[in-house]
C-alpha cells in the first residue's frame, strides 16, 4: 500500500529538522563536548566511498553523527526571444545521519526535502557489515553505483547549479532502490580497486508509459512502491568496478540491468518479459601542473520497447558530460585561509533515440546538447558560490532546426 504525506505535515517535519539542527548548531558554539568531523583527505578516496566522505557534527563519545548541505538559486531564462522573468529557487535541503551501532556495524541514512519541502526522499538508509576491506554486505535503500555522479552527486562538490542532463535527463538522479549486496575494495602501491554488487527492486512499465512520451528512465522515480515490492517481480543486479591511480586518477565501469514490465499477473501471462540495460563508464583526474580538474562520464542505454510502440519510443540512448575546473586564485580572503576561485565549463549531451526512420532512413532527433561557461567562488571546500551562463540546443523528434535556450543561474551550496 502506497503511503502519502499532506503537504501540511512534510512541513511540520521540514520544520522540526530545521530546529533539531539549529540546536545543535548552538550546541556547537557553546558546548566543548561538541565537535565537527573532518572529511579524511589522506587516502585517496573512490566515488563509492563518497556515501560515508561527509563533514559531519558529532557529540562526543556517542554513535550518532549529524550533517547535510543546502543548495539554493536563482535564475532568468529566455527561449526564443520569450523569457518568464527572474525566479528564485530552494533547489534541496538534504540530511546525513549516521551511526556506529557496534563494532563493524554502521548505519548511514540520507534524506532530502527539494522545492522547500515540497518533496521529500529517503535517498540513503542502510546498514553496513565490515567483514574484511574485501568484502563487506550492504543492505536498505541503496544508492545504486550506476556511473559516478549517482553516488557523489552532493551540490557543494560541484561548480554548477544544475545537475548534468545525463545524470537527470537520461538517468535517474540519486536513483535508489530498495535491496542488498556486496563491495569491498583493495590497494597495491599507487593503484585502489573498488567493486559493488546489488540485487535490488527497480524499474517499472513508465519507463515507456509516461508523460514525455518517450523512453523515459527518470519517470520510474515517481514509484515510490518500488521500496516495497519489484513491479516486474524480479531483482534489478548493478554492479560496478573502480580503478584508481593515485598519481594519475580514477576510472569506473558500471552496470544495471533487469526485467522492466509487469509481464504476469495473477497467473496471466501479459506480455514477455522486456529487460532494459544500462552501461556506464566515468572517470576523474587532476593535472598536477596546473592543478586543472577533469570530471566526466558516459553512459549506453537498451530498451526493449514493444513492437506496437512507434518510433518515438528508442531502444538505444546515449549521453555524456564533461566538467573543466581551472583554479585561477587561491589565497586568504577575509577569514577564509585557502579561498579558491575557479573558472569552469560544462558540455552536456543526450539522445534519447539513437537510430533512423524506417520509412526514410534518415536520422532521428530528440537530442540535446548544451555548454555552460561558470565561476565559482570557494571560501572553504565545502560551500561554493556559482554564477552560470547556460546555453542549450534540442532537437525535436523530426531533427527540426533546434531550439535555444539561455540561462543565467547564480546560486551557493554548503555542507552544515
Known sequence: MKTYTSYKHKLQLFSLVLIAFSMNANAQKNNA???????DTSFVQLNMDATYNRPFLQLDKTPVALG??????????????VSEGLSFQAR???LFMSATISKRIKFLSEIEFEDGGKEIAIEFAAMDVSLFPELNFRGGIIMNPIGGFNQNHDGPKWEFVERPNMANQLLPATWSNAGFGIFGKTHSKNWIIGYEAY?????????IN?????TFLPASKENGDRFEESNSGHGLFTGKIAFKNRKIGEIGFSFMSGVYNKYEEDGVVLDKKRKLSVYAVDFKTTIKKTNTYIVGEYAFISVDVPDTFTQQYGNKQQGFFLDVVQPILKQKVLDWENATLNLAVRFDYVDWNIG????????????LWAVTPAISFRPTSQTVFRINYRYQWQRDLL?????????WLFGF????
Open 33 to 39: 563536548l561538541f565537535k565537527r568531523s573532518k572529511v
Open 68 to 81: 547535510g548541505y543546502l543548495e539554493a538559486n536563482s535564475i532568468y531564462a529566455s527561449e526564443g526571444g
Open 92 to 94: 534541496r535541503l538534504t
Open 199 to 207: 540485487l535490488t527492486n527497480g524499474f517499472d512499465n513508465t519507463v
Open 210 to 214: 509516461n508523460e514525455e512520451s518517450k
Open 356 to 367: 533512423k526512420f524506417n520509412e526514410t532512413n534518415t536520422n532521428i532527433g530528440d537530442d
Open 399 to 407: 531533427a527540426n532546426a533546434p531550439a535555444n535556450k539561455a540561462s
Open 413 to 416: 551550496s554548503t555542507c552544515f
